[in-house]
């Protein structure tokens, strides 16, 4: 019987994955102030969305996605702001850990602001500051 649920977990994962799990989601959002631009270049080892740019409270940039197995799905992004851009830090924006089943439904919020750069996992919990920012 354990054998049989394992195997229906294990199909269910890789040949139902729409279904059976939801996308994971980073944001990407700029509290820098009024009139600041917020640039940034995400990539994981399949996907590069090229430079972006995010004004000030504008709706946060998503990326979906889903882990891939048995890859360890990475997700890395570089912040950029400043007049000529001078401030800036490559952020591992999102890390699976080794699992043979995905994560599904996993969330990472990351918050520009003049300050630095602020996380968290939940929608309900408040930024906490997590990087400075580097100048050069």
Same mark, same amino acid.
């Given at each position: !019987?354990?054998?049989?649920? #394992?195997?229906? $977990? %294990?199909?269910?994962?890789?040949?139902?994955?729409?279904?059976? +799990?939801?996308?994971?989601?980073?944001?990407?959002?700029?509290? #820098?102030?009024?009139?600041?631009?917020?640039?940034?270049?995400?990539?994981?080892?399949?996907?590069?969305?090229?430079?972006?740019?995010?004004?000030?409270?504008? %709706?946060?940039?998503?990326?979906?996605?889903? *882990?891939?197995?048995?890859?360890?799905?990475?997700?890395? +992004? =570089?912040?950029?702001?400043?007049?000529? !851009?001078?401030?800036?830090? *490559? %952020?591992? %924006?999102?890390?699976?850990?080794?699992? $043979? =089943?995905?994560?599904?439904?996993? #969330?990472?919020?990351?918050?520009?602001?003049?300050?630095?750069?602020?996380?968290?996992?939940?929608?309900?919990?408040?930024?906490?500051?997590? #990087?400075?920012?580097?100048?050069?």
């Amino acid at each position: !019987m354990n054998y049989f649920v #394992l195997f229906i $977990l %294990v199909t269910s994962t890789y040949f139902g994955l729409d279904e059976a +799990c939801k996308k994971n989601q980073v944001e990407i959002h700029n509290q #820098l102030g009024p009139g600041k631009i917020l640039q940034f270049h995400c990539r994981s080892g399949d996907d590069d969305i090229g430079v972006k740019t995010l004004n000030f409270n504008d %709706v946060p940039y998503v990326i979906r996605f889903y *882990d891939e197995i048995p890859n360890l799905t990475k997700w890395a +992004c =570089i912040l950029r702001q400043g007049p000529k !851009m001078e401030y800036s830090y *490559d %952020v591992q %924006v999102y890390k699976a850990g080794p699992r $043979l =089943i995905p994560r599904c439904g996993q #969330l990472r919020i990351w918050t520009a602001k003049t300050d630095g750069i602020y996380f968290t996992r939940k929608l309900s919990q408040p930024s906490g500051f997590a #990087l400075p920012w580097n100048k050069g």
